[in-house]
C-alpha cells in the first residue's frame, strides 16, 4: 500500500504539465512584486523626462514664436534635452572626481 502511493505521488512530481503550472504560479507573485518595484522608479524617471520636455517645448515657444510649425522643432527638442542631460552627466562626474 504504501509503495502504491509513493509511485503515485512520483507519478505526479514526475508530470511537466503539473510542474510547469505549480512553478508558474510561484513565479507569478515574484514577478509582479519584482515589476512594481522597477515600475515605480521607471515611471518616476519617466515623469521627469516629460516634465523636462515640457519645460524646453515651453521655452522655446516663447523664446520662438510659431517655432512649433517648423519642420524641425521636434529634432530641435531632442537636441536641447540631450544637451541638458550631457552637462548634467559633466557635471556629475566631475563632482565625483573632486570627490575622490
Same mark, same amino acid.
Given at each position: 500500500m504504501f509503495n502504491l502511493k509513493f509511485l503515485k505521488s512520483l507519478k505526479d512530481a514526475m508530470?511537466?504539465?503539473v510542474n510547469l503550472l505549480?512553478? $508558474?504560479e510561484s513565479q507569478k507573485f515574484a514577478n509582479e512584486? %519584482? =515589476?512594481? $518595484?522597477l515600475s515605480g522608479? !521607471? @515611471?518616476k524617471i519617466k515623469s521627469d523626462e516629460q516634465r523636462l520636455e515640457a519645460m524646453v517645448r #515651453? #521655452? @522655446?515657444? !516663447?523664446e520662438f514664436p510659431n517655432i512649433e510649425k517648423s519642420s524641425s %522643432?521636434? @529634432?530641435l527638442v531632442d537636441a536641447v534635452i540631450h544637451n541638458y542631460? $550631457?552637462? #548634467?552627466l559633466q557635471a556629475a562626474d566631475d563632482a !565625483? =572626481?573632486?570627490a575622490e
Open positions: 508530470n511537466p504539465k505549480t512553478f $508558474s512584486d %519584482y =515589476i512594481k $518595484s522608479a !521607471e @515611471l #515651453q #521655452q @522655446l515657444k !516663447e %522643432y521636434d @529634432l542631460k $550631457s552637462k #548634467q !565625483e =572626481i573632486k
